[in-house]
């Protein structure tokens, strides 16, 4: 029988599909023919309730499995994920618009890559001991309990892993609700892992908008949010985590500075621009939209830039040919539009692209802009969409202070052939991921996350593991206890 790629209902919940189509009607709707695909209901108070008490009851069992049990399950489910590889990219390209030629290589394969990597950490995962004269410390590393994970619309496959991932490992349950915008692919990471073993209850996922986010975040039972999103929703997310001191991770948005020296590769430096404006048609978080170019290499960068433009293929992103895609939907295509236009206001020089397509889908031209200063609209606001910005500057320490006169700190990058220069500018970025000659690479081994209003946490690497666990300490005495009276 033929894999079913498309989910069988809205929910997944205590390892099981459910439906309630009392919830709020949720049409999904393919970028590319602006038609619905398929139809999900917002989760009703009933439905959180199902969740969120599925997660309680299974969470204690699932943490009282050794860890290596538990990594088995995730390792399991990797390898039924890179078996279904196509087909799970055919669904993220249909959920997203995004070319299959990137969800190929960048999305069931990234959350394979998270759930082997934790799988793997899982029962390597310990407290220490502490010794104090005869008396000891030891510590327990313990699972938190409930975790509650909340999902962007670019990376639906991803989000559900990188936080279902090391959740799992340390011996939490989660209910994660994807995005509104792409609420598809999530549903089968939940189905997957129940199928390579995780109990049911483990990894449920629920639909709807804002408010269910709010009625998960503000469950007594409820230990932790990671919410993957903008900063105003961060903001009030984390608001309200911090009503019940709950932990949090939060993976914001960013207007990340790329600072090409004069020295540098110029088809490297050429080719870091394209993957940190272009890849899945400019809707990554660490972008680096304010591309920092150094008067002498400028005329050049430009030149080489709009060149390898002309190698755009968009099209049918099924079409394994198809390099670039369409926008998510009509709201994101208003908005990055909207940026255009006020770019063009603002004096800007428009270099190429800034037309939507004429043709079905939500195709908007790889926009380039040139002459941007630092108080331009589109020098300071995150636009998600393909528009880059190319800023000019003279040397190192003005290039860095402008670079960081930003609110934003998810990412930052640099290209140049000095490499003490190099390490320079990434010790002076103020932002959580830094790039040296590449951009936009996350590998599940390395730390990702943001700075300043970009973010609080870090998703991937053995840093994840603090964020989805805490620390008891036991005092053991071996001596007589010496009281004052
Ligand atoms: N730092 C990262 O790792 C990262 C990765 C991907 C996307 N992003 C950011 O995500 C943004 C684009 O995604 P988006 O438009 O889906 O973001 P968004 O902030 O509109 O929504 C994110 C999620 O939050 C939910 N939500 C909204 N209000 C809520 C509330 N009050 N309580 C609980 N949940 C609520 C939404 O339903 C959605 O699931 C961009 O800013 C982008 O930079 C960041
Ligand atoms: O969208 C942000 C997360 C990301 C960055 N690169 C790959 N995924």
């Given at each position: 029988m033929a894999y079913e790629i498309q989910p069988k209902a809205s929910h997944f919940i205590d390892g099981a599909y459910v439906e309630d189509t009392a919830g709020t009607p949720i049409r999904v709707i393919c970028p590319v023919?602006?038609?619905?695909i398929a139809r999900v209901y917002a989760a009703t108070p009933a439905i959180i309730e199902q969740a969120l008490a599925s997660a309680k009851r299974a969470q204690v069992a699932w943490a009282a499995m050794t860890g290596t049990e538990r990594g088995r399950v995730l390792?399991?489910?990797a390898d039924i994920i890179r078996d279904r590889n196509y087909d799970l990219s055919v669904l993220e390209t249909n959920d997203t618009g995004k070319p299959l030629q990137e969800t190929l290589v960048a999305d069931a394969t990234s959350a394979a890559d998270?759930?082997?990597?934790f799988g793997g950490l899982a029962g390597a995962l310990t407290g220490e001991h502490v010794q104090l004269g005869e008396d000891f410390v030891y510590t327990r590393r313990e699972a938190l309990g409930v975790c509650v994970g909340i999902g962007a619309w670019n990376y639906p496959t991803q989000i559900a892993a990188w936080k279902g991932a090391p959740a799992l490992a340390c011996g939490n349950a989660m209910v994660f609700k994807p995005s509104e915008?792409?609420?598809?692919c999530a549903l089968k990471v939940a189905e997957i892992l129940h199928e390579a073993g995780a109990p049911a209850g483990i990894y449920n996922v629920v639909q709807g908008m804002g408010e269910v986010g709010h009625a998960l975040i503000t469950d007594p039972r409820v230990a932790k949010v990671s919410l993957t999103g903008s900063v105003p929703t961060g903001r009030k997310v984390y608001a309200t985590a911090a009503e019940g001191i709950r932990h949090v991770t939060m993976e914001l948005g960013g207007k990340s500075p790329l600072v090409i020296f004069d020295d540098a590769?110029?088809?490297?430096?050429?080719?870091?621009?394209?993957?940190?404006n272009f890849y899945s048609s400019g809707q990554v978080c660490s972008n680096g939209t304010r591309v920092f170019v150094q008067k002498g290499i400028k005329d050049a960068f430009l030149k080489r830039l709009a060149d390898r433009l002309q190698d755009v293929k968009m099209g049918d992103p099924l079409d394994e040919s198809v390099n670039f895609g369409p926008l998510v939907?009509?709201?994101?295509?208003d908005i990055v539009q909207g940026f255009i236009a006020k770019g063009i206001e603002e004096g800007a020089r428009l270099v190429c692209g800034g037309e939507r397509e004429k043709r079905a889908g939500y195709f908007l031209q790889p926009t380039?802009?040139?002459?941007?200063?630092?108080?331009?609209?589109?020098?300071?606001?995150e636009i998600f969409g393909p528009v880059l910005s190319v800023l000019d500057f003279e040397d190192e320490v003005e290039v860095l202070a402008r670079a960081n006169n930003t609110d934003f700190g998810l990412a930052a990058g640099v290209f140049t052939n000095d490499l003490g220069r190099a390490h320079r500018m990434v010790a002076g970025f103020e932002a959580g991921t830094c790039y040296i000659n590449t951009y936009n690479?996350?590998?599940v081994e390395a730390p990702f996350g943001g700075s300043k209003l970009s973010g609080v946490g870090r998703e991937n690497s053995k840093n994840a593991v603090d964020h989805y666990s805490e620390m008891k300490s036991v005092y053991v005495s071996m001596t007589a206890v010496e009281a004052p009276f």
């Open positions: 023919s602006e038609e619905e390792r399991r489910a998270a759930l082997e990597y915008t792409t609420p598809l590769d110029l088809e490297d430096a050429v080719g870091g621009a394209i993957l940190g939907n009509a709201k994101q295509l380039v802009f040139a002459d941007v200063s630092d108080d331009m609209t589109i020098a300071r606001d690479l996350a590998p």
